[in-house]
């Protein structure tokens, strides 16, 4: 792992430059790498793994603090998520994800434009610009506008413009079917990706894979669309029926990625170097010491009474009430059980702390008769054991990888897409719903049990009543599904459709969550003459600097 994390500074910091010829230069720096000697084959699993750090670190601290996922033990601490709770949200707010992103993304577009006259490339390059596609969505999900055309240069262009998102769309969009054309044109030259391929495994199988999660992520994109008019719609409608009459030639099977997505190059406790990023920050080190981010971060009270059917606050808003008497049985593997007494009853179950409350108040109470009140719940073991039901966590953990994307994710999709466009995608979206809560539930290594049978007629929960309360379903199931996985992914589609209900922290500054974040101080540093200037305001309000599938 350590040669895989070795090589990405390497493509990153400028030294790919072309060497001289006479290798006894004594002009050449001995320690740089020739361009020519750095095969995407050594580039790509790197790249792969790094991007992933963003995705499982920053990603998914914003992701599960902005769906009310995580709070914060106040009984042990502080007010620990200050900025997340108030909103807070300015150039410094999670400056990481942009940052590392373009950091990474810088890899694979070397990777993508790296000589191939013989095609021996190819593999390597169709999985470079599936990963390109795939985080550069996030890039504009988050952002809006933002380099594209002229990044990636480095030393060429340090001041890169600002491309329309619509273009980075459309871009993105084109990269993933110009992927799929470089694995269906299968040139016999070409390389198999082999051990560098640290999400499929490579060869054949591999790449046939690779096809499925790019036609997945453009379905994503495509949805993402929904609401778009104009020329965009039009794009958007022309692909769609491409991916229509190609599932429907063979009945939509195999299109789509039906398995969770997930990387790993090798992670093990050998150190903390070559750990599970996520583990490494809210588990354990490879010396089994627990990271204060163990303690601090517990599930909300808001998370917590939705899985424990709405027993904790007894809530008559319609929201609350829809989970009445429904326990979740995935409740357990995301966040542990605690043992509590408080007014004199013990209670054993979920138990979280209302975001921005502080100990003491309301969504945080303490019994004073009682230290036990004062119980939390952690993390769980089952959102990193990926359907397993024992075992250690930091076996299990590194030996699943990071996930990128769940099945069930794929599922709810796919789900989505029959009920918006049923005469394109014409399967049961049900059959997909239902598939998409399965594969949750498999992922989380829990028993659906009853669930199916409470939820039938729950509208806004399960498969029932008008298409917005389907939707609303298709959007609560998904937020279920993405805890402590992708939650970020969530907070998109939360912006997008505006489902499920997610309280505002006690101490919010603002009247909902932001439609998107303000760009970095390394931009306002490093490119002050192309990055728009953006007022707070501009943040919470859907205007020309929101994504553009969000503005109307």
């Given at each position: 792992?350590k ?10 910091m400028?030294?790919?430059?072309t060497?001289?010829n006479?290798y006894?230069?004594i002009?050449?720096n001995p320690n ?8 995407p084959s050594l580039a790509l699993?790197?790249a792969?793994?790094e ?5 499982g670190?920053d990603?998914m ?10 709070s914060c033990n ?6 620990t998520f ?5 909103l807070?949200?300015n150039s410094?707010?999670?400056s990481g994800?942009?940052d590392n992103?373009?950091?990474n993304l ?8 790296y ?12 999985i470079?610009k ?6 550069m ?10 380099p ?13 413009k600002?491309?329309?998102d ?11 079917n110009t992927a799929?054309?470089?694995i269906?044109?299968a ?5 198999s990706a082999?051990?560098?391929d ?8 591999g790449?046939?894979?690779w096809?499925?999660f ?6 994503r994109?495509l ?7 104009g020329?965009?719609a039009s794009?958007?409608?022309?692909e ?12 939509f099977?195999?299109l789509f ?6 990387e790993?190059p090798?992670?093990?406790?050998a150190n ?6 996520f583990v490494?920050n809210?588990?354990?080190?490879a010396?089994?010491?627990?990271p ?11 998370l917590a009474?939705t899985l424990?059917?709405n027993?904790?606050l007894n809530s ?13 049985p995935r409740?357990t ?13 013990t209670?054993t179950?979920?138990?979280g702390?209302r975001?921005g409350?502080?100990a003491?108040?309301p969504g945080a109470?303490?019994?004073?008769n009682?230290p036990?009140?004062r119980?939390?719940s952690?993390?769980a073991n089952?959102n ?25 994710e794929?599922?709810f ?19 997909k719903?239902?598939?998409g809560i399965?594969?949750?539930?498999t ?14 007629n729950t509208?806004?929960?399960g498969w029932t009543?008008?298409?917005a309360?389907?939707l ?8 279920i599904s993405?805890v ?14 505006g ?7 006690v101490?919010?500054?603002q ?8 760009y970095p101080t390394?931009?306002y540093?490093?490119?002050?003459s192309n ?6 305001a501009?943040?919470?309000?859907k ?7 969000n503005q109307n």
């Amino acid at each position: 792992m350590k040669k895989i994390k070795f090589l990405i500074p390497l493509v990153l910091m400028g030294l790919t430059a072309t060497s001289c010829n006479n290798y006894l230069d004594i002009n050449e720096n001995p320690n740089s790498v020739p361009a020519e000697n750095i095969l995407p084959s050594l580039a790509l699993p790197g790249a792969i793994s790094e991007i992933y750090r963003t995705q499982g670190t920053d990603m998914m601290r914003l992701g599960n603090l902005m769906m009310n996922n995580w709070s914060c033990n106040v009984y042990s601490y502080g007010e620990t998520f200050s900025a997340e709770n108030t909103l807070n949200v300015n150039s410094s707010f999670y400056s990481g994800i942009w940052d590392n992103i373009y950091l990474n993304l810088n890899t694979f577009n070397f990777i993508e434009n790296y000589p191939n006259a013989d095609h021996k490339q190819d593999n390597y390059i169709a999985i470079a610009k599936i990963m390109k596609s795939f985080y550069m969505q996030y890039i504009v999900d988050l952002y809006g506008d933002a380099p594209y055309t002229e990044a990636f240069k480095g030393q060429a262009n340090l001041h890169p413009k600002y491309d329309n998102d619509e273009t980075i769309y459309k871009a993105s969009i084109d990269n993933l079917n110009t992927a799929i054309d470089i694995i269906d044109e299968a040139q016999p030259l070409a390389e198999s990706a082999g051990a560098s391929d640290i999400v499929f495994g490579g060869g054949a199988a591999g790449m046939a894979k690779w096809r499925q999660f790019a036609n997945t992520i453009k379905l994503r994109y495509l949805i993402r669309m929904s609401n778009v008019t104009g020329t965009m719609a039009s794009f958007r409608d022309q692909e769609l029926a491409k991916l229509s009459a190609e599932g429907n030639a063979n009945g939509f099977t195999g299109l789509f990625i039906n398995e969770t997505v997930k990387e790993n190059p090798g992670y093990s406790t050998a150190n903390n170097d070559s750990m599970h990023p996520f583990v490494l920050n809210y588990f354990a080190t490879a010396a089994g010491q627990r990271p204060a981010n163990y303690v601090i971060v517990t599930v909300s009270e808001h998370l917590a009474n939705t899985l424990e059917g709405n027993a904790i606050l007894n809530s008559t808003e319609a929201y609350y009430a829809k989970f009445n008497n429904i326990k979740d049985p995935r409740r357990t593997r995301q966040f542990t059980n605690v043992t509590y007494t408080f007014n004199g009853q013990t209670f054993t179950r979920l138990k979280g702390t209302r975001q921005g409350a502080t100990a003491g108040q309301p969504g945080a109470p303490q019994d004073p008769n009682s230290p036990s009140s004062r119980n939390v719940s952690a993390f769980a073991n089952g959102n990193f054991i990926g359907g397993a039901t024992s075992g250690s966590l930091l076996t299990l953990a590194n030996g699943r990888g990071g996930v990128m994307m769940t099945a069930a994710e794929s599922s709810f999709l796919q789900a989505e897409a029959a009920l918006r466009w049923p005469s394109l995608f014409n399967y049961s979206a049900q059959t997909k719903f239902d598939q998409g809560i399965t594969d949750s539930f498999t992922y989380f290594g829990a028993t659906a049990g009853a669930y199916f049978t409470q939820i039938a007629n729950t509208a806004g929960l399960g498969w029932t009543g008008s298409d917005a309360q389907k939707l609303e379903a298709i959007m609560t199931q998904k937020w279920i599904s993405t805890v402590n996985a992708t939650p970020l992914e969530s907070f998109v589609e939360y912006n997008r459709t505006g489902y499920p209900f997610i309280p505002l922290a006690v101490t919010a500054n603002q009247t909902r969550k932001p439609y998107r974040l303000q760009y970095p101080t390394s931009e306002y540093s490093a490119n002050p003459s192309n990055v728009p200037s953006l007022s707070t305001a501009q943040l919470f309000t859907k205007n020309s600097s929101t994504p553009f599938w969000n503005q109307n």
